[in-house]
């Protein structure tokens, strides 16, 4: 989490064409967890996932469309302004991350992943250096006859991008060239066939990586090692107690600051579960799941100081927070804004 310039804001993603207001940004208060929306802005359609430079100046997001692209904003007193055009990356960008020197976006249609150069001024150069196309299917008959990028991001050293595709059940590690733009597909590691891995969440210490599995609620526990760039899975750990008849679709993951805790969001059961983990393997042992305060969370955020958790809920569209019980983890609703098709929220 980044706490840059605007200390006292977040940024929501939505869906403008289901109705959200695109980038809406809010006030934080950090004592008690509480968003109060300022402003918002629909320059880019469908803004549905957010990052914030380090300096906390400019944001990025995707645009989630069929067309895809990535925009970058000027962060203001005022709210983000749209700073130079749309960046075409590939369909349907999900998801994506800084790195060396650029922007990494992961597209879900194209199954590939973008990386688009940065200027010194951090806005975004007019195409990308690199897109790296992903290959291979998986069992589901629907959802894994292609390859499906669903998110990117830099690992914990810095050192690699680290990207999970749901339609090839895999993890890919990738090393990026900053001076010449190449991307490079660097180790690919195959995860159990079918269970579609929609997001990751590295540990604080940086040595396990938690994949979570949208086709099946699970996190898959690996072990990652930045000194060769390697993944290797260690156990596969269900998100419910039982799995509901009807849809449970896990969405987002995210561990807290200091590494004891890990949250999971599951769709249509619309619960958020609760993870104690292991100081010595780094194995989660689920403990609890509470409802989400709404319906379809599409991500969770956590705070920079790990004391509230966020659930950016889709179709009822509004973003929950929560305060977190510092010695079970356990969250307890502490609040609700309005938030149409809401989709993402970060700090900065």
Same mark, same amino acid.
Not at 122 to 136: K, M
Not at 162 to 165: A, E
Not at 275 to 282: P, S, T, V
């Given at each position: 989490m980044v706490v840059g310039r605007h200390a006292a804001r977040a940024y929501i993603g939505s869906f403008t064409a289901a109705g959200g207001r695109g980038v809406t940004t809010a006030a934080?208060?950090?004592?008690?967890g509480a968003l109060t929306v300022l402003s918002s802005t629909d320059e880019v359609a469908d803004p549905s996932y957010l990052?914030?430079?380090?300096?906390?100046? *400019? #944001?990025? =997001?995707?645009?989630?469309?069929?067309e895809g692209a990535v925009a970058a904003?000027?962060?203001?007193?005022?709210?983000?302004r749209l700073a130079g055009a749309p960046v075409p990356v590939g369909s349907a960008p999900t998801h994506l991350a800084l790195h060396a020197g650029h922007v990494l976006a992961a597209n879900y249609g194209s199954g590939s992943v973008a990386a688009v150069p940065l200027r010194a001024d951090? *806005? #975004?150069? =007019?195409?990308?250096?690199?897109?790296?196309?992903?290959?291979?299917t998986g069992p589901h008959p629907q959802r894994q006859q292609g390859p499906h990028a669903h998110q990117v991001l830099a690992d914990p050293s810095g050192r690699w991008a680290?990207?999970?595709?749901l339609g090839t059940d895999s993890v890919l590690v990738c090393a990026l060239d900053a001076a010449k733009g190449d991307l490079t597909l660097h180790r690919e590691v195959a995860l159990r066939p079918g269970s579609g891995p929609r997001h990751l969440a590295f540990s604080p210490r940086g040595d396990r990586a938690y994949v979570l599995n949208e086709l099946t609620p699970t996190v898959t526990v690996c072990a990652w090692g930045a000194a060769d760039g390697t993944v290797e899975p260690l156990a596969e750990v269900p998100v419910l107690a039982e799995v509901p008849d009807g849809d449970a679709y896990p969405s987002g993951v995210v561990v807290a600051p200091d590494g004891r805790f890990l949250w999971t969001a599951?769709?249509?059961a619309d619960v958020i579960s609760?993870?104690?983990?292991?100081?010595?393997?780094?194995?989660?042992?689920?403990t609890a799941t509470v409802p989400c305060g709404g319906h379809w969370p599409r991500d969770l955020a956590v705070d920079p100081s790990g004391r509230y958790l966020?659930?950016?809920?889709?179709?009822?569209?509004?973003?929950?927070?929560?305060?977190?019980?510092?010695?079970t983890g356990i969250p307890s609703r502490a609040g609700s804004v309005e938030a149409p098709a809401a989709s993402c929220v970060i700090f900065g």
């Open positions: 934080f208060d950090a004592d008690t990052v914030l430079s380090p300096a906390g100046d *400019t #944001l990025y =997001a995707v645009s989630e469309t069929a904003y000027r962060v203001g007193d005022d709210g983000p951090g *806005t #975004l150069a =007019a195409a990308p250096s690199s897109v790296l196309r992903h290959t291979g680290v990207g999970v595709d599951t769709r249509g609760v993870f104690a983990l292991d100081g010595e393997n780094g194995l989660p042992r689920l966020y659930a950016a809920n889709e179709r009822s569209g509004n973003v929950t927070w929560f305060a977190v019980d510092p010695a």
